[in-house]
């Protein structure tokens, strides 16, 4: 698919999207996830390497806390903590979006979405694996873009990004 049919709006530019992205989301909520549990346990415990502490008047008396020096860190871990929460759900929710279009493919079409946006293979390359020419990989391929119908925001999917996002710590 060429960038200017994907611009002009054809019924595959919203599946080739969900489905270009997919992988990325995938990592990129694994990324975020780790990346809020570490501040997370890092500001519950004052940092790494310092002593613990409950509140601003024991930390002034403990030896070794990083609270002694301010609590400039403290608050911009919190902050980045609430910033990689807002990017948690604009990633979750197209990683779900992507999810569920992949649950409804059969095996097949799973195979060639796989082949095409996870491994990132050409026509020729799935044409050889797959011992078909590269026009009927080309027809399959679209004909399983044309069944995304795209991913309307019900409850159910709220519900999902929701579950996905609380579990992370923070």
Same mark, same amino acid.
Do not use: H
């Given at each position: ?6 611009? !002009?709006? /054809?019924?595959?530019? %919203? %599946?080739?999207?969900?489905? #270009? ?11 975020? $996830? =780790?990346?809020?549990?570490?501040? &997370?346990?890092?500001? !519950? ?13 024991? &930390? $002034?008396? *403990?030896? #070794?806390?990083?609270?002694? !020096? ?6 911009? &871990? #919190?902050? +980045? @903590? +609430?910033?990689?929460? +807002? ?9 779900? *979006? #992507?999810?569920?279009?992949?649950? /409804?493919?059969?095996?097949? =079409? ?15 390359? @799935? ?5 078909? =020419? ?8 679209? $004909?399983?873009?044309?069944?995304? $119908? ?5 409850? /159910?999917?709220? &519900? ?5 996002? !609380?579990?992370?710590?923070?």
């Amino acid at each position: 698919m060429s960038i200017k049919s994907t611009l !002009s709006g /054809s019924p595959c530019s %919203a %599946a080739e999207a969900v489905l #270009g992205s997919y992988v990325y989301n995938v990592n990129r909520y694994c990324e975020i $996830k =780790d990346r809020i549990e570490d501040l &997370a346990a890092k500001r !519950s415990t004052g940092g790494v390497g310092s002593v613990a502490w409950k509140d601003k008047e024991e &930390a $002034k008396y *403990k030896k #070794g806390s990083r609270n002694n !020096s301010g609590n400039e860190w403290y608050v911009e &871990a #919190g902050m +980045e @903590i +609430e910033d990689l929460k +807002e990017e948690l759900w604009d990633v979750t929710y197209e990683m779900i *979006k #992507g999810t569920r279009f992949l649950q /409804s493919l059969n095996d097949d =079409d799973l195979e060639l979405a796989t082949a095409f946006y996870e491994e990132r293979l050409s026509q020729n390359e @799935i044409a050889d694996r797959l011992y078909l =020419d590269r026009s009927n990989v080309s027809r399959r391929r679209v $004909k399983m873009l044309e069944q995304y $119908k795209g991913t309307r925001a019900d409850k /159910s999917l709220f &519900a999902e990004v929701m579950t996905l996002v !609380s579990n992370v710590a923070g």
